[in-house]
């Protein structure tokens, strides 16, 4: 069973460029989170979907962010005319369900660097 | 003052020492998990746990749901054991809230 998986693993865009994310869940995990890890800062949440949906993007910039999760096919999170400051780590996790019991699994992440 | 607060920042440590990380948060929380990442690397889960005390390996993780505070040990410490430990916990919602994590330093 392939755990999480991301793509691709670096990215280099110039400023103004747009920037497309992909994560696929483990198999059988339909929730998908993305996380941003900002040099020399902790992790925050972004964006939380299942399904065709979006649950909670209390974390997403109002501008320029957008996610999304289709029913086929690996959740996408994408960055429209990306700046300097967008450079970051970019972590996808995934679980089976919601709730306190279960275990969110993480990829390995995308290193966005914007020039 | 942030959720999640993660005791020492940094810390090194001889090859075969007992290693103690501390993370206090300040919400109630449904679970709270303990996180390793390497440098430049992916993050790979430790522990989850919401009650009393899970071990693997040379790994021990302990939480006090009453006084919000739970401890990662590691015991005969490795150099491979070299990483950041991040402390991340889930609270009314399904987001974690992540500490700054520990940067751990294991010398032969």
């Known amino acids: 069973n392939a755990g999480v998986m991301q793509n691709p693993r670096h990215l280099v865009r110039r400023r103004g460029q747009e920037a497309r994310l992909r994560c696929s869940p483990m198999?059988?995990?339909?929730?998908v989170y993305w996380y941003r890890q900002l040099p020399e800062e902790g992790l925050k949440f972004m964006v939380y979907?299942?399904?065709?949906?979006?649950?909670?993007e209390s974390g997403m910039p109002k501008e320029r962010f957008s996610a999304e999760f289709p029913k086929e096919g690996p959740s996408i999170l994408r960055i429209q005319q990306v700046v300097r400051g967008d450079s970051a780590a970019y972590f996808c996790?995934?679980?089976?369900?919601?709730?306190?019991?279960?275990?969110?699994?993480f990829g390995p992440g995308t290193r966005l660097t914007v020039l | 003052k942030n959720e999640v607060e993660q005791s020492p920042q940094n810390l090194t440590a001889q090859e075969g020492e007992f290693i103690t990380i501390n993370c206090s948060y300040s919400?109630?929380?449904?679970?709270l998990h303990w996180l390793q990442q390497h440098p430049g690397g992916g993050i790979v889960s430790l522990f989850m746990?919401?009650?009393g005390k899970k071990k693997h390996g040379r790994l021990i993780a302990t939480i006090n749901i009453q006084e919000k505070h739970s401890s990662l040990h590691i015991t005969a410490s490795h150099p491979r054991d070299s990483a950041v430990y991040i402390c991340?916990?889930?609270?009314?919602?399904?987001?974690?809230?992540f500490g700054k994590g520990t940067k751990l330093t294991v010398n032969p």
């Open positions: 919400v109630g929380i449904s679970a």
């Open positions: 979907l299942q399904k065709e949906n979006i649950i909670d």
């Open positions: 991340a916990v889930k609270g009314g919602s399904e987001k974690l809230v």
């Open positions: 746990l919401s009650s």
């Open positions: 198999k059988g995990h339909s929730h």
């Open positions: 996790a995934s679980s089976a369900l919601a709730g306190a019991g279960n275990e969110q699994f």
